[in-house]
T-cell receptor
């Protein structure tokens, strides 16, 4: 079956670095998405990876290994506003999104 | 975990026709369902929020007469794109929230429906 796994919750300190991991199993693969969602708001797009490697966008980076079915989202220089949930979603061969349950990131001063 | 399904997963239609997309919560009761539209490699755009038994609340700029939403039961919401045009071609995603406590951790997303209007 198709499945996405990511940790339920993580805690980190302001100014630090945190890595949120995601493993996926899908029928075919057309890319891996990361979204950020603050409580009560719609998710916002962070990144899209379809090739192996690291994509850097400011304080956020996303990594993909297709052979391992693995991705991570790296957040640097954490700020209090980064407290949110982070959703991993993989697109299968039918262009359907398989969603993870989200990782709630708590930032402490 | 909770599962949300959407049907159809993919639809191609002619301009001027109407298309209905179903969103179902399979193993929980969804008091609130959300409909999103996603453009390639971009964020999900919230179109409307629907609560079971009441009218949907549409986001600014979304035409309620064009995108009809019905949330007739605690497990089913439908989005009907009326008189579809090529610019309506997009990826439509629903999500369902269990209970009334709110918060992301009780919101589950469907797999999406890809609509192509010729």
């Amino acid at each position: 079956g198709q499945n996405i796994d990511q940790p339920t919750e993580m805690t980190a300190t302001e100014g630090a670095i945190v890595q949120i991991n995601c493993t996926y199993q899908t029928s075919g693969f057309n890319g891996l998405f990361w979204y950020q969602q603050h409580a009560g708001e719609a998710p916002t797009f962070l990144s899209y990876n379809v090739l192996d490697g690291l994509e850097e966008k400011g304080r956020f980076s996303s990594f993909l290994s297709r052979s391992k079915g693995y991705s991570y989202l790296l957040l640097k220089e954490l700020q209090m506003k980064d407290s949110a949930s982070y959703l991993c979603a993989a697109m299968d061969s039918n262009y359907q999104l398989i969603w993870g349950a989200g990782t709630k990131l708590i930032i402490k001063p | 975990g909770a599962v949300v399904s959407q049907h159809p997963s993919r639809v191609i239609c002619k301009s001027g026709t109407s298309v209905k997309i179903e969103c179902r919560s399979l193993d929980f009761q969804a008091t609130t369902m959300f409909w999103y539209r996603q453009f390639p490699k971009q964020s999900l755009m919230l179109m409307a929020t629907s609560n079971e038994g009441s009218k949907a609340t549409y986001e600014q700029g979304v035409e309620k007469d064009k995108f009809l939403i019905n949330h007739a039961s605690l497990t089913l919401s439908t989005l009907t794109v009326t008189s579809a045009h090529p610019e309506d071609s997009s990826f439509y995603i629903c999500s369902a929230r269990e209970g009334t406590s709110g918060g992301l951790d009780t919101q589950y997303f469907g797999p999406g429906t890809r609509l192509t209007v010729l």
